[in-house]
């Protein structure tokens, strides 16, 4: 039964988080009612118990090892099909609710094969695993590595000195069939891989482990991925951005800049809430249809300029106005007090924020603040 049901939800994930990179809908971002009803973390029909991940989690490893699953409810070898296990993985990620139930039920567990099976196509020879299974392989390890910086992400050794991580990416960068989603996931990891949380050994992941047929081998390398590895060069890189403390858990507001010096969260229509930074930064990250950037992304440089914004050391980001939801309220009791009887105050201001002098750190932004270098951060520019 529990099977039939996960099957089931396969099947649904497939229709509904394979729209988008992030399962947003293509096209102008348009979504009906019901639409909306069924993408919604909480409620949606792709959300998963504990216990279809736990087999979804042996499916993976499964399919991997290509063997079979004994006991009721087993399969043949070969039945789940290496390619649509990680696709449906990859699908069921949009969810932000399953990601972490992967996180809190699973560990590092889900990350470690998703690797294992990125490091047999980069480096490996498996014929099972072509260019869009390794796509989606990495395109999961990036959604999951959101939750990496506070939880486990892998166990130690993909961090250590030998490097393991950054070489596995480091060959899947240099395949001459590598899909554009799956160069950004592997940028994205590379960049915050220096934040990330490398701790643990393989050997623990199977203490976690009750009434499954999982073994030791699932959670390493191969030898012959090990051996090979050894002549692996990792080219310098730049570090990506330090994500701040705000950006993980703090639910964010985006509109439009205001006409008429008019408080944006007065309208709730123009209004979008984000259940943190992170996420309203995938909206204006890969295959975003809302700005165009004209530099290399960094998701976590994005997310930090969106928490900046929210914060209100400046006014705009990305042709956005962003605030924290617990917030808004506040910055709209400014904006009133400002209407109501301050605009000479506010004229003289900005008149003589135009002279120059020593301590001139930059533009005075509505606010108040100074928008000093931050100002020039924004390479994006607006998509009509």
């Known amino acids: 039964t529990h099977q039939l049901i996960l099957t089931q939800r396969i099947a649904l994930a497939y229709l509904l988080g394979s729209s988008g990179h992030f399962g947003q809908p293509k096209g102008n971002g348009a979504t009906t009612a019901s639409t909306q009803q069924a993408l919604d973390p909480e409620t949606s029909v792709m959300l998963i118990s504990k216990n ?26 070969g039945i789940f099909n290496v390619k649509w296990v990680v696709f449906a993985i990859r699908c069921l990620l949009t969810n932000t609710m399953n990601q972490l139930t992967f996180v809190n039920i699973m560990g590092s567990r889900l990350n470690t094969l998703l690797l294992k099976v990125l490091a047999e196509h980069s480096i490996g020879s498996d014929s099972k695993i072509d260019a869009n299974t390794a796509e989606y392989a990495a395109f999961s390890l990036y959604l999951q590595s959101t939750h990496g910086f506070k939880s486990k992400f892998l166990p130690a050794l993909y961090g250590s000195s030998d490097k393991l991580f950054a070489k596995i990416l480091t060959s899947y960068i240099h395949k001459d069939d ?47 991925i090990l051996l090979a590895s050894e002549s692996i060069i990792v080219e310098k890189r730049g570090v990506g951005a330090k994500p701040r403390d705000d950006i993980f858990d703090r639910p964010v507001l985006r509109s439009r800049a205001p006409k008429h010096n008019r408080a944006p969260w007065d309208n709730n229509a123009n209004v979008r809430t984000y259940q943190n930074a992170l996420l309203a930064a995938q909206d204006l990250s890969f295959g975003s249809t809302k700005v165009r950037h004209m530099e290399a992304i960094d998701d976590i440089l994005i997310a ?26 506040q910055i709209q009791k400014n904006l009133a007090r400002q209407r109501s009887g301050d605009s000479i105050s ?22 108040g603040f100074t928008c000093g270098n931050l100002c020039a951060v924004d390479t994006s520019v607006p998509m009509h």
Not at 52 to 64: P, R
Not at 65 to 70: I, K
Not at 349 to 367: A, C, E
């Open 52 to 77: 279809e991940a736990e087999m979804l989690l042996q499916m993976l490893a499964n399919a991997i090892a290509d063997r079979p699953q004994e006991g009721p409810g087993g399969y043949a070898a």
């Open 304 to 329: 930090n300029n969106i928490g900046s914004s929210a914060s209100g050391d400046k006014t705009e980001s990305y042709n956005y106005w962003w605030s924290w939801q617990d917030s808004a309220s």
């Open 346 to 367: 506010i004229l003289s201001t900005i008149s003589s924020s135009g002279k120059k002098n020593d301590d001139d750190s930059g533009p005075l932004s509505f606010f």
């Open 178 to 224: 590598i899909t554009a989603a799956g160069r950004h996931a592997a940028d994205q990891l590379l960049l915050r891989s220096k934040y990330l949380a490398f701790k643990g050994i393989p050997k623990e992941l199977l203490a976690m482990i009750s009434e499954s047929s999982f073994v030791e081998e699932d959670f390493y390398l191969s030898k012959k």
